[in-house]
């Protein structure tokens, strides 16, 4: 449940974060005629609201034919026991409910952080020339935690502990590989874009300009 939960949460903020940067000369605009920062993260907000909640229900409903279906197989390799019988009443429901509407809300509001506290004119200038450049203590920090992260995954490997060790060492991976894929970001950006562009070209005019535009107006943050 806490490994959903900081995933889900990192993926929401990556997900909002990457929609408020591509509305950047949209909402400098706003600002320059007269919109206060309150009134753009009301919109942000509510705009979160609007998609989490319907993603919310559909996401509960997903789950609950996951978990049915995932039943048997760990069943059988006894990850859980055979007369394990998941729990998916309201209760479930209205928790995963809440946890994706509040990640939503608390994304929504550490995206707009940024499209609010800077001046109109300086907002209308980034828009036109957006920045690029990873921060030095963003950088040291992605670094750090990928070699974590491969730190953890070599201790997993000779490790010859029991089942539970194995699952917290799996466990403390997840959350490793989650927080240094979105603090490094831009990066992975750059990295997919050289490597996916190309193949872009195979459809035609249309993935050929999609391919140039990528590579000129990449996800420059994630986060």
Avoid at 61 to 69: E, F, M
Avoid at 148 to 154: I, K, R, T
Avoid at 155 to 181: I, K, M, Q, W
Avoid at 205 to 213: D, F, I, M, S, W
């Amino acid at each position: 449940g806490g490994n959903a939960v900081v995933v889900s949460l990192f993926v929401v903020c990556a997900t909002l974060a990457l929609h408020v940067s591509h509305r950047r000369r949209e909402m400098a605009l706003l600002r320059a005629v007269g919109a206060t920062p309150r009134q753009i993260r009301r919109m942000i907000r509510a705009e979160a609201l609007l998609i989490a909640v319907p993603a919310g229900l559909l996401g509960w409903l997903l789950g609950v034919a996951a978990v049915r279906w995932m039943r048997g197989p760990l069943a059988d390799h006894h990850v859980i026991p055979a007369d394990f019988a998941p729990y998916t009443g309201p209760l479930p429901g209205a928790a995963a409910l809440s946890v994706t509407v509040l990640s939503a809300v608390v994304a929504g509001v550490a995206a707009s952080r940024r499209a609010t506290r800077i001046a109109p004119t300086q907002a209308l200038g980034e828009a036109a020339v957006p920045p690029r450049a990873l921060g030095r203590g963003r950088a040291i920090t992605g670094t750090v935690l990928a070699l974590a992260s491969l730190g953890v995954f070599l201790t997993g490997l000779r490790s010859g502990g029991d089942f539970a060790t194995l699952v917290g060492l799996a466990n403390s991976l997840v959350l490793l590989l989650v927080v240094t894929a979105a603090v490094l970001g831009p990066v992975l950006a750059r990295a997919a874009v050289r490597i996916l562009g190309p193949l872009l070209g195979v459809a035609g005019p249309t993935g050929r300009l999609a391919a140039v535009n990528t590579r000129v107006d990449h996800p420059g943050a994630l986060l």
